[in-house]
């Protein structure tokens, strides 16, 4: 439109003041709670969801059967501030590298341009309200899935390296979410073609995203962190999210791998949540296409972890079937948060992606 460069000096602050609302919300910070990790299933969505709204390209909403009206109209507020908010925030940023439709700048207002995603990301640090540092990278989980291919090198340097820091938190809710962010930014980045049934030695370059060392030391912290009961599904989704979209070499995670299968039984996951299913399922494919690893005949120690978990899943059951007052589709959604039957089956058959 003709009239588009007379309304771009508006438009511009408007999205600066939506983007700083979202941002700073108190009333939305109390609502980003209502997307609790027990609100997701953490599976890639299948083909014909990605247009769904209340799902990214690395994990999804579970089901709404059963679920109290007010629940549901928080979540669904929720998921728009944050899509709003992730197509704001992409604005702003992109506006850095782009002429202004002001005429020439004076260095102040060229400044304050440019400071705009370093404000947002302050914020965004160990110490930092624990509300509000969530409600940040949800909302960077949202424009990382909606915009990262707008996004300039500069801009994605600074956001992983800001959630790279929040791995070292105390607070198990910060990191818990910061893995899902870097689950969810692998499927984003994954190149065009790139199958999850066949491993590749060769990386994808560095201008795709997080650097081989970024990668690295996010998979320390993820494979390291599956049996701490505080965020053992969603280190194990940052995990098997790494392998499957092979943001490292193959030889890279061989020894991560062995250490994990071997002492799985003896301090492994405390629950076959998901993500932790399809994480094993991942490393034993892994394991029977190196002769190394396959002679070590770990498949045993999965199924004597799967023996000493499963008690759990009992007893969580039991549970549901006493609150749950027959109803099964309170019952399915009583069951521990993260449980997925159809993710357990893999593993009980785990030489079916042997060559």
């Known amino acids: 439109m003709n009239s588009e460069s007379q309304a771009s000096p508006q438009a ?35 083909k014909g969801f990605d247009s769904s709204f209340f799902c990214t390209k690395g994990f999804t909403r579970t089901s709404c059967d059963g679920v109290d009206v007010a629940i549901e109209r928080v979540q669904a507020v929720t ?17 850095t590298h782009q002429p202004s439709a002001r005429g020439p700048e004076t260095p102040s207002k060229r400044r304050k341009v440019e400071s705009e995603l370093e404000i947002f990301l302050q914020d965004i640090q160990p110490g930092s309200l624990s509300a509000a540092v969530v409600h940040r ?11 990262w291919e707008n996004l300039d090198n500069s801009s994605r340097q600074k956001i992983i390296e800001r959630v790279i820091g929040l791995l070292q938190s105390d607070d198990p809710v910060v990191v818990s979410w910061a893995f899902i962010f870097f689950g969810n930014t692998a499927h984003c980045i994954a190149p065009p073609g790139n199958s999850s049934s066949s491993y590749q030695e060769t990386p994808p370059s560095d201008s795709w995203g997080p650097n081989i060392e970024h990668w690295k030391q996010i998979w320390s912290y993820a494979i390291h962190r599956t049996a701490n009961p505080t965020c053992s599904r969603s280190a194990s989704y940052a995990a098997f999210c790494i392998l499957v979209t092979h943001q490292l070499p193959v030889h890279a995670t061989h020894e991560a791998i ?12 405390p629950f076959p949540y998901d993500s932790v299913c399809m994480l094993i399922s991942e490393c034993l494919a892994l394991a029977s296409e190196d002769i190394q690893l396959s002679a070590y005949a770990l498949e045993e120690n999965v199924l004597r972890w799967l023996n000493k978990t499963w008690p759990e899943v009992d007893r969580s059951t039991a549970t ?17 948060a993260g449980f997925d039957s159809e993710a357990v089956f893999p593993i009980t058959g785990f030489d079916s992606k042997a060559p």
Request: a positive charge; proline letters at 2%; one cysteine or more.
């Open 79 to 95: 998921w728009a501030a944050l899509r709003l908010g992730a197509s704001a925030l992409n604005h702003v940023t992109q506006s």
């Open 258 to 269: 062995h250490g994990f299968l071997r002492d799985l039984d003896v301090q492994g996951p």
């Open 320 to 336: 549901c079937n006493l609150i749950g007052g027959g109803s099964a589709q309170r019952n399915r959604r009583a069951l521990t």
């Open 12 to 46: 511009e602050d408007l999205v600066r003041k939506i983007t700083h609302v979202i941002s700073n919300d108190v009333e939305l910070y109390t609502k980003s709670s209502s997307i609790s990790l027990g609100t997701l299933r953490l599976v890639v969505p299948r």
């Open 137 to 147: 990278i949800q909302l960077l989980t949202v424009t990382v899935d909606l915009h």
